[in-house]
T-cell receptor
Framework: KAGVTQTPRYLIKTRGQQVTLSCSPISGHRSVSWYQQTPGQGLQFLFEYFSETQRNKGNFPGRFSGRQFSNSRSEMNVSTLELGDSALYLC?????????????FGAGSRLTVL | QQQVKQSPQSLIVQKGGISIINCAYENTAFDYFPWYQQFPGKGPALLIAIRPDVSEKKEGRFTISFNKSAKQFSLHIMDSQPGDSATYFCAASINQAGTALIFGKGTTLSVSS
């Protein structure tokens, strides 16, 4: 069973540019959530998508956006990049059955903003 | 109120010893508390989780102790092994499904042989 796949794994951008990151969840998983991981702030929740709808949202500016497609694949976009956006962006998928769900994380996309 | 405070930031334990990591929260609406383990270059992986209606949960060498009145919970790793050396994150869910998590800042555990 394939895990959560994130692409690209590494990328370098300059300030002011925008970036799109992709996440393919485990087959059958309907929920996809995104997290930003930095040494200073740790793991921070960005947003969660279920059935192509944003179901929960963290405390990030509007420059951070996402979407989910009908096949559950998800993308997140960061516009007008800032130096502080340099981070590991992690995607996690879950089955989203009844009760608490186990999040399975991908290996992440490491973004460096110069 | 949406914070989870985790301590210590780093921990060194001898092989065979007990590792203890503590977390505290304020929002009583949180109702699912997982612990994640992360190795360098990998995404976090679920270790063990608990609901607040249970005071303790044990899976192998890993135990969560939960104190609802104090709004605190902790992870105990018994008989710690060098392979347990990793970063550990406690978390609390802001939704019933457990798909939107607020994480602690993490504890880097090093088990010396």
């Amino acid at each position: 069973k394939a895990g959560v796949t994130q692409t690209p794994r590494y990328l370098i951008k300059t300030r002011g540019q925008q970036v799109t990151l992709s996440c393919s969840p485990i087959s059958g998983h309907r929920s996809v959530s995104w997290y930003q991981q930095t040494p200073g702030q740790g793991l921070q929740f960005l947003f969660e998508y279920f059935s192509e709808t944003q179901r929960n949202k963290g405390n990030f500016p509007g420059r951070f956006s996402g979407r989910q497609f009908s096949n559950s694949r998800s993308e997140m976009n960061v516009s007008t990049l800032e130096l502080g956006d340099s981070a590991l962006y992690l995607c996690a998928s879950s089955l989203d059955g009844n009760g608490a769900n186990v999040l399975t994380f991908g290996a992440g996309s490491r973004l460096t903003v110069l | 109120q949406q914070q989870v405070k985790q301590s210590p930031q780093s921990l060194i334990v001898q092989k065979g010893g007990i590792s203890i990591i503590n977390c505290a929260y304020e929002n009583t609406a949180f109702d699912y508390f997982p612990w994640y383990q992360q190795f360098p270059g990998k995404g976090p992986a679920l270790l063990i989780a608990i609901r607040p209606d249970v005071s303790e949960k044990k899976e192998g060498r890993f135990t969560i102790s939960f104190n609802k009145s104090a709004k605190q919970f902790s992870l105990h790793i018994m008989d710690s092994q060098p392979g347990d050396s990793a970063t550990y994150f406690c978390a609390a869910s802001i939704n019933q499904a457990g798909t939107a998590l607020i994480f602690g800042k993490g504890t880097t555990l090093s088990v010396s042989s």
